[in-house]
């Protein structure tokens, strides 16, 4: 009898982390994606003429086997770059560059350790060619983004598929989506 319980409670101590740790990792993946999505509206009259522009852009985050998420991902504006190696016994290690202050001209390059996916969520450390070392945090999501005059009037919507994340390194926060390529 004393064995079971033994075996019943260190079954128990090895379960309740693990599930933790995995609502952990939905909370933080909810979170990042909500923090990616964004609306714009903009109205401009002048001279009796009316422009309206909307943008809303929406993720949802896409939970596939870890190794779909190995390969390449640029920014449209070719500011941020990351490519992705995954492996079957999930190691995964990564490189890439960053925008620097937010000028595309201007890179510096990385090299990400200690990397994992759980769900959804890519963490791990970037390692700078200047000895920087910065936590960070990607969600895999399907973005879509719809544009037209107003939310009633919608001319196009596409989604894509690609890894985004929040840059602070700047002092302000920069939404960044990285297409997969």
Same mark, same amino acid.
């Given at each position: 009898?004393?064995?079971?319980?033994?075996?019943?409670?260190?079954?128990?101590?090895?379960?309740?982390?693990?599930?933790?740790?995995?609502?952990?990792?939905?909370?933080? !993946?909810?979170? @990042?994606?909500? &923090?990616?999505?964004?609306?714009?509206?903009?109205?401009?009259? %002048?001279?009796?003429?009316?422009? /309206?522009?909307?943008?809303?852009?929406?993720?949802?985050?896409?939970?596939?086997?870890?190794?779909?998420?190995?390969?390449?991902?640029?920014?449209?504006?070719?500011?941020?770059?990351?490519?992705?190696?995954?492996?079957?016994?999930?190691?995964?290690?990564?490189?890439?560059?960053?925008?620097?202050?937010?000028?595309?001209?201007?890179?510096? !390059?990385?090299? @990400?350790?200690? &990397?994992?996916?759980?769900?959804?969520?890519?963490?791990?450390? %970037?390692?700078?060619?200047?000895? /920087?070392?910065?936590?960070?945090?990607?969600?895999?999501?399907?973005?879509?983004?719809?544009?037209?005059?107003?939310?009633?009037?919608?001319?196009?919507?596409?989604?894509?598929?690609?890894?985004?994340?929040?840059?602070?390194?700047?002092?302000?926060?920069?939404?960044?989506?990285?297409?997969?390529?």
């Amino acid at each position: 009898m004393l064995r079971i319980s033994l075996a019943a409670a260190l079954a128990l101590f090895v379960v309740v982390p693990c599930e933790v740790y995995a609502q952990n990792a939905g909370q933080e !993946t909810r979170e @990042l994606v909500a &923090a990616l999505d964004k609306t714009k509206y903009k109205k401009k009259e %002048k001279a009796n003429v009316s422009v /309206e522009t909307y943008i809303d852009i929406k993720n949802e985050a896409a939970v596939r086997d870890p190794v779909d998420y190995d390969g390449n991902y640029e920014s449209e504006d070719s500011g941020y770059s990351l490519s992705l190696h995954v492996e079957r016994d999930g190691m995964v290690t990564g490189r890439g560059f960053d925008a620097i202050n937010g000028e595309t001209n201007r890179r510096r !390059t990385f090299v @990400l350790k200690d &990397a994992t996916i759980n769900g959804a969520l890519l963490a791990g450390t %970037k390692f700078y060619e200047n000895g /920087e070392q910065r936590k960070f945090e990607a969600v895999f999501v399907n973005r879509t983004v719809a544009s037209g005059k107003n939310g009633n009037e919608i001319a196009s919507r596409d989604t894509t598929f690609g890894i985004g994340f929040i840059e602070t390194g700047t002092g302000s926060e920069v939404r960044v989506f990285l297409e997969r390529r």
